[in-house]
């Protein structure tokens, strides 16, 4: 490692020259407290001779790597050395928490913008992610560090729902691509100038924390004008309108086409002279039927039960070709279709009979059985009496 830090020395790299000594524990503090020490000259060194660190990237993001500085401690650690030091799981926390905050809050928001004023909600919410952007400089520990960068989510998931639907109503279908290229380019382009001004910042101001503040500044003052734009009607730029015509009445109808009369002369004939019928000829023919077998009610009752459901859903069936066109037109065909249940359900009560008449007879002698003992019983304790 000494060979490392006087290879640095000899390439001339600013505030580097005393490494070694550091390093090699020439000065008493070896390990550990050398790294530490180290840090916080080559800091100083830095600012006072207002060098680049050549070689070393970035000051923003200037790790100092170690592999055996401390006896048994971990080795290949990676700490930032801007005040604060972070590890890579940390700094990965940090990243993470701000990408399911930016998610989570997304849905919400967006709701917000599609019931609310969205260039209220894109103005508010760039004011809070550029008023935590200039907190994130003022940040001293891990977790204030990952709080700041979780509000900083929440502000800037208010923008993009907001914006994207405020594009749309503002400009017609003819230019929407090219407005929406414009918004998107925004991305690219704030990177390139991060990237070619944040290294300059730290140099001018000779401290991590000034892009932050002076990032702030930009955001605060395009969020007025943001709160300035007007916010256009729902639909707007379309070419098209849309109907407001209320669709629940119509939506609600089991059947069309009939008068309040016909209805009700449909629903009395299949119920009243149905039901008079079935009724009737039903008991006589279970009767009928239980003389013969001891189960014959069931076993009757379950092919009632198979027919009834094979008739309903024919019905239904039939019904869903004579007015599909129709209910799919208003998005009713599903209200149609949960009709199915009826015969699903009355299938199912088929089932049970049978299950029903097949222990019915066992069950019934058992019965039979029993009322017989308990009556010898009780004539016995009267005679004894």
């Given at each position: ?76 650690r990676v700490y930032l050395t801007y005040d604060i ?301």
């Amino acid at each position: 490692m000494a060979s490392y830090a006087y290879n640095f020395a000899a390439a001339g790299v600013p505030g580097l020259t005393f490494m070694t000594r550091y390093l090699s524990g020439d000065n008493g503090r070896a390990g550990e407290a050398g790294i530490k020490e180290w840090e916080r000259d080559a800091e100083l060194a830095y600012v006072v001779q207002g060098g680049p660190l050549k070689g070393l990237g970035v000051r923003l993001r200037n790790y100092v790597y170690r592999s055996d500085f401390a006896r048994g401690r971990d080795s290949n650690r990676v700490y930032l050395t801007y005040d604060i030091a972070l590890c890579d799981f940390q700094i990965g926390i940090i990243g993470t928490a701000f990408t399911l905050v930016y998610a989570i809050a997304g849905l919400p928001l967006a709701r917000i913008a599609d019931t609310g004023s969205r260039s209220k909600l894109m103005g508010w919410g760039l004011l809070a992610w550029s008023g935590l952007t200039a907190v994130n400089g003022m940040v001293g520990s891990f977790w204030s560090f990952l709080l700041v960068r979780m509000g900083v989510g929440i502000g800037e998931a208010s923008y993009a729902p907001a914006a994207n639907s405020l594009i749309g109503d503002l400009f017609p279908a003819g230019r929407r691509a090219r407005a929406m290229c414009i918004f998107m380019l925004g991305l690219p382009l704030g990177l390139l100038l991060a990237f070619f001004t944040i290294g300059a910042m730290v140099e001018a101001f000779g401290t991590w924390r000034a892009p932050f503040f002076i990032a702030a500044v930009p955001g605060v003052l395009l969020a007025l004008f943001i709160f300035m734009i007007r916010e256009p009607a729902r639909g707007a730029a379309e070419t098209v309108a849309i109907t407001q015509t209320p669709l629940d009445r119509p939506l609600r109808r089991r059947y069309f086409a009939l008068t309040l009369h016909d209805a009700a002369v449909a629903t009395g004939m299949i119920v009243g002279l149905s039901g008079l019928v079935g009724l009737t000829l039903g008991g006589w023919m279970a009767d009928k039927v239980h003389q013969r077998f001891a189960n014959g009610r069931l076993v009757f009752a379950a092919l009632s039960m198979l027919v009834a459901t094979l008739c309903t859903a024919w019905a239904l069936h039939a019904g869903r070709i004579e007015l599909g066109g129709f209910v799919a037109v208003f998005g009713a065909q599903g209200l149609h279709d949960a009709m199915y249940l009826i015969p699903v359900a009355l299938l199912l009560t088929m089932v049970f009979l049978l299950a029903a008449s097949r222990c019915f007879s066992r069950d019934a002698q058992r019965m039979r059985e029993g009322m017989v003992l308990d009556g010898a019983a009780v004539a016995g304790q009267a005679a004894q009496a």
